[in-house]
C-alpha cells in the first residue's frame, strides 16, 4: 500500500479533500466521510493541504467550538469531566464556575452573599475551624488582613 492512501478509492479521497477544504475541522471530515481521524490526518498530510495549527483553532473559535464562544456550544456541559463547575483547587479551597470562563472561591461567594455586597479591597474571609472546604454561613469570618493575622497568631498560642 502506498504511502497517503486512506484504504479508501479516489472518490472517497476527492470527497475527504474537498470537505476539509470548505473548512470542516479534521473530526468533522473524519466524521462525514466514515473514516477515522488518522486517516484523515495522513491523507490531509501527504497532500499538503494540512492547516497551521494557528489557523485551525481560529477557524474553530469562530464557529463556537472553543475559547470564549464555547460557553454557547455547551463544550462544558457536554463533556464527561463537567462536574457541574466545582472542583477543590490545590490548597484546598473549593472554586466555583461564575460564568465568563472565571472561577471563584466558594467561601468569597458566601461572604459577599451574607454581607449582601462585594468584599472590599483588603477584607479577607476567615474560616474558624480552619477546614478550608467547610464554607457553611456559621464557620465564616469577614475581616481585615490585620485582624486575620491577629486572629492566627491567637490560634497558634492557644494550640501551644
Given at each position: 500500500?502506498?504511502?497517503?492512501?486512506?484504504?479508501?478509492?479516489?472518490?472517497?479521497?476527492?470527497?475527504?479533500?474537498?470537505?476539509?477544504?470548505?473548512?470542516?475541522?479534521?473530526?468533522?471530515?473524519?466524521?462525514?466521510?466514515?473514516?477515522?481521524?488518522?486517516?484523515?490526518?495522513?491523507?490531509?498530510?501527504?497532500?499538503?493541504?494540512?492547516?497551521?495549527?494557528?489557523?485551525?483553532?481560529?477557524?474553530?473559535?469562530?464557529?463556537?467550538r472553543?475559547?470564549?464562544?464555547?460557553?454557547?456550544?455547551?463544550?462544558?456541559?457536554?463533556?464527561?469531566?463537567?462536574?457541574?463547575?466545582?472542583?477543590?483547587?490545590?490548597?484546598?479551597?473549593i472554586?466555583?464556575?461564575?460564568?465568563?470562563?472565571?472561577?471563584?472561591?466558594?467561601?468569597?461567594?458566601?461572604?459577599?452573599?451574607?454581607?449582601?455586597?462585594?468584599?472590599?479591597?483588603?477584607?479577607?474571609?476567615?474560616?474558624?475551624?480552619?477546614?478550608?472546604?467547610d464554607?457553611?454561613?456559621?464557620?465564616?469570618?469577614?475581616?481585615?488582613?490585620?485582624?486575620?493575622?491577629?486572629?492566627h497568631?491567637?490560634?497558634?498560642r492557644?494550640?501551644?
Open positions: 500500500m502506498k504511502k497517503g492512501s486512506c484504504l479508501c478509492g479516489d472518490a472517497k479521497r476527492r470527497q475527504v479533500i474537498a470537505a476539509y477544504k470548505s473548512g470542516m475541522s479534521l473530526a468533522e471530515t473524519a466524521e462525514e466521510c466514515g473514516l477515522k481521524q488518522t486517516q484523515v490526518w495522513n491523507l490531509i498530510r501527504y497532500r499538503k493541504i494540512a492547516r497551521p495549527r494557528a489557523l485551525a483553532v481560529r477557524m474553530a473559535a469562530k464557529r463556537g472553543m475559547g470564549r464562544n464555547a460557553r454557547e456550544y455547551g463544550l462544558r456541559e457536554k463533556s464527561p469531566r463537567w462536574n457541574g463547575g466545582r472542583f477543590v483547587n490545590a490548597r484546598g479551597y472554586e466555583i464556575y461564575t460564568g465568563g470562563g472565571g472561577y471563584r472561591p466558594e467561601h468569597r461567594l458566601v461572604a459577599e452573599k451574607m454581607l449582601g455586597r462585594p468584599l472590599r479591597k483588603g477584607e479577607v474571609v476567615h474560616h474558624k475551624n480552619e477546614i478550608r472546604s464554607n457553611r454561613r456559621c464557620n465564616l469570618a469577614v475581616m481585615t488582613i490585620a485582624q486575620h493575622l491577629k486572629e497568631a491567637r490560634m497558634r492557644s494550640k501551644k
